[in-house]
Every structure is written in C-alpha cells, then in structure tokens.
DNA sequence: AGGTAACCGAGACGGTACGTCACGTCTTTAC
DNA sequence: GTAAAGACGTGACGTACCGTCTCGGTTACCT
C-alpha cells in the first residue's frame, strides 16, 4: 500500500503536461506548510520522535492531507530533506579522475553534516522497518552520486591511476561506508577533522 | 534513568562474589526466557516493530520483570545478540598485521552475516533516538576489534607495510564503513561476493 | 442552516408554477439516483451506519449535490421513504367511527412493518440529535392520520361509542406508542400476531 | 467482541465472593470518575454527540480505561443511568391489582421524566445500530417492571377487574408504548399533564 | 449567438472521533 | 525482594466521515 501511495505521488508529480484531474486540486501552501514543519522538527527531534500527528499540528494541517500524500513519515522526513536547496548533485568535471571523486566526497561530506547528517541517518533508522524507504533514498539522493562514482573509478583504471584489480562496487562502499558510519555514529556526526582528512585518503586506497 | 538502570544491571552481573542480597534473588529461568523469545523475534521481524510487550508474552514474563533489569528493547536485543555463542573477539596472531587485518575482517564478517545483521542494524537504527545505545554497543562488541585494529594498524605502520601518512581512525572507518553499510542496506546484508573480496581489497587500501 | 436548507428545498418543490430560475435547472437523474441508492443502502444497513459519502458513492454523484438540497441524511432517508408507494393516507370512510380507526391502524401497520419499520426507528433515532427532523417525520407523515384519529376520537365520544371521560391526545398515543415501540424494539419490529391483534384490542380499550 | 467484553465484565461483577484474582485490580475512583463525568454530559448533550473521547476527557482517564470495560457508549451510559438512586424497581403491594399497576406507572413516570427520558431515549437512540444495547436495557430496566405487569394483568383478569379477552402483551405494550412514544418525542419528554392523566386513563383501557 | 448563472462530478481541505496498540508505571497476590 | 498478572494515564497510529471548498465542465435561460 505504501508503494501504491507512492506511485501515485510520482504519477501526480509528473503527468504535469496533461489536462489537469478532475476534483479540488492539491494545496501547494498545504504542501509547503508540511515540509517546513518537519524540517524545523528534525531540527532538534530524531525522526523517530517525530510523529505525523506532530507534524500535521505544527503545520496547521490535518492528519489525512499528509497521508494523502506520503506513505510514510519517513517519506516526509525525505522530501524535505531532498528539497533543500545545495543538495543537487553537481558532476564535478576536472583533469583527472581522482581529483573529481576528491570534490564529489568534499560535496558529499558538505552536505551531510550538521542537521542534514540526523535526517539521513533518522531515515536510515526508519528503514530498518521498511524497505522501500531506503530504495527511495537511494533513488533520489544517492544514484547519481553513486554512478557518477563508478564511471570516475573505471576511467581512473583506464588511464592507470587507480589499481586495476579493484572491485568497483566495494570500492565505492569504501568512499562512502566511513561517511555513512560517521553519520549514523550520533553525537555531532561528521567531525572537521574527518572532513578534511577523508577524501585525500580515501583516494590514496584507490592508487594503483 | 536509563543509565541508572544499566548500571545497577552492570552492579548485578558483577557482584556475585558477594554475599547474595536480601530477598527473592533474579529468576534465571526468566532472563533466559526473555533472551530467548528476543532471539527468536529478531529471526523474522525487525527490531523496530517488537514490543517489549510482544517479548514477555512470548517469554510468559511480566513487563515489570524486563523493565526491571534493562532499560530498553535495544539492551535486550543488545544482550540477547552478545550472548550467542562465537561472537567473542578473538585476537588473530598471525606473522603480519595484515594478515591479522584479514582475518579479523574475515571473522567480523562470519559474524554480522544472516540474522546477526539484521539486529545489529536494528540496535543502530534504535540508537539514533538513544545514544546510551549505541555506546554499549561500541562497548561490548566493538571496542576490543577496533582496539585490535589500531594496534595492528600502528605496527603494519611501523613495520612499512602500511602507508605511514594515514590517520588510523579514518583507517579503521574504512574497514568497518562498508560492513555496516552493507548491513545496514537491508535484504540480505552481506552478499557472498563482498564477504570474499572485501578483506582482500581493504588491506590493498592500506598498502605503501 | 439546516432550516435554512430545508425551507429553500420547499420552494423549490412548490413553485413550479413560477417561471424557472436562471442557471442550470436542478438534475432530475441525480435526485432519483440518490433516494434510490438511499434506499437500497437503508434495506440492509441502520440508517446510524449509512454516511452521506456512502450514499453520493452509490449513487454517482458528488458530495456537494446532496448537501445542496439536503440538511443531513434524515432528511434524505425520509424523502426517500415517504416517495414510496402505498404511503399515502386514506382517510377511511365507514359507518363507524371505531371502524375507521381500526382501518387506519391496519393501514398504519401494514406500512410500518420490515424495511419501512426500520427505517421510521433510524429516523426517529437520529432525530434524537436534531429536533427538526422528528418535526419533518411529524409533518410529512403522522400529522394527517393524528388529525383523522383526533376527529374519529371525537365522534366515536359524541356518538356514545367511546368512554367521554377520556383526554383525546392520550387515546392517540395508547393508539401509536404500542406501534412506535414495537418498531422501535429492534430484531423484526411488528410480528404478525401483533398485527392482527392490536387494533382490535386498542379499539376495546377506547370504548365507553 | 461486544458481548465478549459483556461476558468478562458481567463475570466481574460476580465473582467477588472468590479470591481475588491476579494483578492489579479495576480503580475504583476511575470507574466513578468514567460514570459521573458520563452522568453530566448527558445533562446537556445527547447520547449521539457524546463521544467515549469526551467521557475519557472530562473523567481524567485514559481511553483504554473505558474501552476496557464497556464494549461501546451506550452501555456507559446505561450503567451511569442505572446507577442513580430511585431507580429500583419497587413491587407496589396494595389492596387491588389496578392501584398497583397505577402506582407502578406513576413510579416509572417520576423515573423517566427530565434527564433520565433524555438518557433512555438516547440509549435506545443508539440501540437502532446494535441489537445488545437494546437487549441490555430491557434485561436491567424494564424485565422486572414488565414481569410485574405481567402478572398484575393477570391476577386483575383472574379477579374479574380486567377484561378476560385481552392479550397481556399488548396490553403491556399499551401500558408502556405512549410513555416512551413521549420520552422519545423530543423537547421536553413528558409533560406535567400526561404525566397526571394518563396512569388513570390506562387503567381505565384495561377495565372489564 | 453569447453570456451568465446555477448546476454537476470529483476530490482535496482542516477537523473530530474512532478503536487499537504500546508505552512505562502502578498495585495486587504469591513465592 | 522478585515474579506474574494486569489495570492505569498517555499518546500515536491509520481510517472514516464530517461539512466546506475549489476545480473543470455542463445546461439552460436571458439578453
């Protein structure tokens, strides 16, 4: 059922250039209201603490307006995450392959401290208990990301900076496993140090 | 409260030498009855969605006699996980750091496969709302691999194996990230392929 | 606003002599689809149960064109009870005055007996929140027959047939209570050995 | 699931002459608090805008609480109904059949007057959707009185008072029928007036 | 013929209440 | 003092309807 709400959300959100539906359509302000709320909420709750019926108090909204559009809270958590302006996922283009995956794990780390880090991992939390949460995670915010990775992995092989007899795919779990974990590791989440430090690291394991 | 509670747990556990306290002493047969019906809930249904309720009923246990002794689901779970057999650490003495590196890796992979990650990745995701969690997590599990690792680390380092330019912290986040990242993505957690090539390709990472 | 409503859909009713009103003409398709989707809905479900959206669903037809003419859905239920046939009153004309009386409590009971039984007690039920409704039941339906009974009573004094010392309104109600009450008591409301003895009986407790 | 919670209350009540059972037992206060708070809401507001939320809300209890003893609404309602004082069926002993089964209606006349006719037309309001409602108030409200009647009818025909050719349910029916045709009839229940005439007029219908 | 007014269906909206579940606490009897 | 049992106040769940509203579209009368 959640993905059949789902669904219908992505129909809705993109059959744009056709006639409008038939009946009241949806409240833009509505919409707004709910993302705002919950954004301020994740500010200072985890996501678990978070319950729509607070999200809809705080919003203004009643309960059934966000169920019409979300399965889930955590689908809402991640709307709002996503919605953010600077979390675009910007393919770096530079010389080499190395220094583009360097500037894609310095944006990946920008964006993921601070609050942003407790909303994912709060999404990440929710997912345990529900799959196509984290599919949807992926999906949005991590597939570019993610295959823009491999892409600059096989040229760095091609063009010899990287080993050759590295399997991409764990290669890419550990650019991003130790970012994830830092995340998920409570507290204050990414640390400066960390920041500054992973990425030239990270890319001295890759080296041939 | 919570942390009054695991420390009178902690007390309990460790005074047996003394003279036994006044009163009716803690029923065994009921931890290991709540252990047990822990156990067996986590085997098909993720942490998130048992009750402590769901668990002394199935444990034919009063509430009371959970809350008495653990502060919250996660310890349960957290305890009913660590008393498995074959989770201890053991200390790989092998003629390198690095092959004592892979099969430390190699064994923390044995053990966070099937069941076992699925509640590992439960515990994680119960401690985003409580961070008490996570630390005795990090303590009774953890702590002594990474304190392992650092230690192997620093002598690969001394021993020119390893790159001597490397923080060790972001080192070791590197050999753990992708474990728990895969544990974490949900289905089946650690696929056969990454259970034989990761330890092989994170002590490549390392390498001068 | 539910009086407001009701007196406008009385206009509406009434002057069909006048020329129409500007705009689309009310929709004589929806009107019918409505009292019979009520209809069909009120055979096998307490009119408690029934809801306006269950009825627009049924029927085809939006929520808006029932609230438009409707002030809530004991208005409907009785438009669409007292439109069936067989409901009209018949004054019966007799030699007697008990005779007619007789004649218009077999009436009576032939059309409170199965779906209309229940009906009427749903009505009169909801009425218990909204007092206009019980005026509207009284109204459209028992007013005449009260009147006949009141001017049978009357004559059946005045001839010598019926005890004078006898308050009018109360004979009434000793005529109606037993039938409202057995429509009222639930499981198959009036029975056939009721039907056949009661307005006998009743007549006997009327006479000098 | 209605009578089960029915059966476990109605086993409750009764067994209190065996120990006691295990854990802890029903609050006292708590069922008072549920009872009263029922009691003045019925004062002003019928049965069918009162919600169980309501009730828990001016009680000072939780939901649960109610739902745990009573299967719906109406049933609280009746047992705050019940539970006033002056409620009891009271035999009337006198000389002849007709004074007691006169005294017998006046009692029940005080008795449903002023709020109680508004509480009992909104119990059997309610009813129109749940048979066991109904069946609940005949079992603690009126079996007694009727089986009085019942037998009072008789004696009064065996005695020659009453008229031999008379069925003694229906004349039940007519006892009772116009009493609660006035509860239900809205405003103000029964009028000083009915309330006067109709104990004598009764009785007269059941003459010989 | 075009304008306009009231209708129609659809369906989203802010609400209220539903009946259920689990929480963590409490109060009882029994061991 | 611990244990099982189970009631307690609390609060969130996801659903059903309420009565209102806002759309695009229709149908008749009135210029």
Redesign the pocket.
Known sequence: ?ATEKAIRHAI?EQDNDE?????????????K?ILDATRKLLMHTPLLQ????????K???????????WP??SSVAMEAFLEQPGLQHINPTTATAAEAIERLLENLIRQLRGHNGRIVAGIIAESQSDETVLDLLYEKFLKERVETLYSLIERGQKEGDFAINMDADIAIDMLLGPLFLRVLSGEHGISQDFAEKFPKQALMALKA
Do not use: Q
Not at 21 to 30: D, F, I, M, Q, Y
Not at 59 to 69: D, N
């Open positions: 059922m809705v006639r409008a539906a038939a009946g009241r359509p949806r409240s833009e302000p509505a919409r209201a978070i319950s729509i019926e607070s999200i809809a108090r919003a203004g909204v009643g309960k059934t307006t966000i169920y019409r559009w889930n809270k």
